[in-house]
């Protein structure tokens, strides 16, 4: 936590305003949420796929504008939980709606306005505000549509706002983002201005790694596979990036599709986020991928912790 500001000497009535708050981004799997925060940050951070609970840990996503600073938290989707991992998914979604200053409830225009009861029972228990933002509007073709869904959103919850949008497209969130800085409390900057996530930069290569698992592996495998920094060594500044890490699977036939035939599809999974890295790094990377066995990883509370799946405040 940085120090608080030094304290203003000038009369009240001159001292700048400032508003800080969390917002948290909830909805069912696969809607748009990560791909929301992506766009709200201006830049990638939560990694996005095409398959649903992608997702696994709560990752704060920070931006700092003048006069304010919102730190949103991006979620595992809402959705019964399923084994340990699911528990430890479900737990981190149920927390994100705690102790917050506003909630975005994220879902798609091309379904009908009625919320799970999944979602149903996690907004109840939000006490901030709620807004909803209509994501994936660009796949609506008759923009007329998108009154009488608004409507029937305003029937089932009673939003403070809502907002159509297209996170994909950028359509919206500016909207979106001007609603949210006016529901956060007066209060000091709660990170330093420069601060993207709190995530520290080996998670967000493990993330940027497992990504491209979800899209380069099919089925059950990206779900049984988790990754794993063990060092990450940054020379110098300009230097190059060296980064050693291990992708964990259930079994022998995970381990044998993750490498794939004469270790092709290991080398995908590599040059991909070895492509992403260098983007978000700016420097060369050197990216060594182990593919090891930790059987029913899932099902273990001590392997679900070393692979960093582990309830924090
Ligand atoms: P999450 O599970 O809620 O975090 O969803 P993701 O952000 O991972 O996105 C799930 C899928 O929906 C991905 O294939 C995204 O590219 C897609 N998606 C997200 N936002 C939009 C949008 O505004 N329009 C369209 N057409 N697709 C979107
Ligand atoms: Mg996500």
Do not use: C
């Amino acid at each position: 936590m940085p120090d608080p500001p030094p304290r203003s000497t000038s009369l009240p009535d001159a001292a700048p305003v400032h508003r800080a708050g969390f917002v948290s981004l909830v909805g069912r799997p696969n809607v748009g949420k990560s791909t929301l925060l992506n766009r709200l940050l201006g830049q990638k951070l939560a990694i996005v796929s095409p398959k649903a609970q992608t997702t696994r840990n709560r990752i704060r996503g920070i931006r700092t504008v003048p006069g304010a600073q919102l730190v949103y938290v991006d979620t595992p989707g809402l959705h019964p939980p399923h084994g340990k991992l699911g528990r430890f998914m479900a737990a981190t979604a149920a927390q994100a709606l705690e102790a917050v200053d506003a909630v975005v409830l994220v879902t798609e225009a091309s379904a009908p306005a009625v919320l799970d009861p999944t979602v149903a029972a996690a907004l109840d228990t939000a006490r901030a505000p709620v807004v909803l933002a209509l994501n994936k509007i660009d796949l609506v073709r008759d923009r007329t549509r998108l009154l009488p869904l608004l409507d029937g959103y305003r029937r089932v919850y009673a939003f403070r706002e809502l907002v159509p949008l297209s996170a994909t497209q950028g359509t919206g969130v500016d909207r979106l983002e001007a609603v949210l800085l006016g529901l956060l409390p007066l209060g000091p900057a709660l990170y330093p201005a420069d601060t993207l996530t709190d995530q520290p930069e080996t998670f967000f290569v493990a993330e940027t790694i497992r990504e491209k698992l979800f899209l380069v592996t099919r089925h059950e495998v990206p779900y049984a596979s988790a990754v794993r920094v063990d060092q990450l060594v940054d020379r110098d500044a300009q230097g190059p990036i060296y980064v050693r890490a291990g992708i964990f699977v259930e079994r022998e036939s995970q381990k044998a599709i993750v490498i794939g035939a004469g270790g092709r599809t290991l080398k995908r999974i590599g040059q991909a986020a070895r492509r992403d890295l260098e983007t978000f790094f700016g420097v060369q990377v050197y990216l060594e991928l182990q593919v090891r066995i930790r059987r029913d990883w899932r099902q273990d509370d001590r392997a679900l912790r070393e692979l960093g799946y582990q309830l924090t405040s």
